[in-house]
């Protein structure tokens, strides 16, 4: 809940600086707090077997490393300069062009082979239980998506991680309530996580190869002329 807290805060910016981050994590908290209801009544079964799946203490040390990505400063900076050039509009080439363009000063070969072990992550997730749901708050409507695209992240890595021993619904779940973006072009995963920050992080990073392909066919073409 912490590091989802803090990486939300990041990834928003000035839009979230007039709220305390107890609030902030007051309501992350209720959102965690949802998805883990949602999921005993939908799939009680894969509840039960989170419940009871054992991890060992580096599974549980690993956690913050899946959540690493959205807090990121280079991702966060590439989050906010794809959201401005899809504000701005523009045939899918020119877009493209641009997003490359800008994704460079954030984005490149070091970046690209930092966060290509993403499917290697070990982590787990602790759910907070319990508790009463927060006040609405001002600008934070993107609460739940942030949250959802964090847990997601963890999800995904625990079948990665596990195997057979991760049941596979808390994610389904999870990208089937939220529109989904697995399995998608980068362009097309952009044009489902807009105006939210979060999944454009995820969509850079599960497109990553794509992402870096786009920046070096652009460049290629601006010094070939």
Not at 175 to 188: L, R
Request: net charge neutral; aromatic share 4%.
């Amino acid at each position: 809940v912490d590091a989802t807290t803090d990486n939300l805060i990041a990834l928003h910016g000035a839009a979230w600086a007039t709220e305390a981050r107890a609030a902030v994590r007051e309501r992350v908290a209720h959102s965690y707090r949802g998805i883990d209801a949602a999921l005993e009544q939908l799939h009680p079964e894969a509840h039960r077997q989170l419940d009871v799946l054992a991890l060992s203490s580096g599974d549980r040390a690993a956690a913050l490393a899946a959540l690493r990505p959205f807090g990121d400063r280079r991702l966060v900076g590439a989050s906010a300069a794809v959201l401005e050039e899809l504000r701005a509009g523009g045939d899918e080439a020119a877009l493209r062009r641009r997003l490359a363009e800008r994704l460079a000063p954030h984005l490149g070969d070091a970046v690209a082979a930092e966060w290509r072990p993403l499917a290697a992550w070990h982590p787990t997730v602790e759910l907070e239980m319990g508790g009463t749901a927060p006040r609405r708050l001002q600008g934070l409507d993107d609460v739940a998506g942030g949250v959802s695209a964090h847990a997601t992240a963890l999800f995904k890595a625990l079948e990665n991680a596990l195997g057979e021993r991760m049941p596979k619904a808390p994610a389904r779940m999870l990208q089937t309530s939220t529109g989904g973006t697995q399995n998608t072009s980068f362009m097309s995963c952009l044009k489902q996580a807009v105006p939210d920050p979060t999944k454009v992080v995820s969509c850079i990073v599960e497109n990553l190869q794509e992402v870096m392909a786009m920046m070096k066919g652009t460049f290629k073409d601006l010094t070939s002329r």
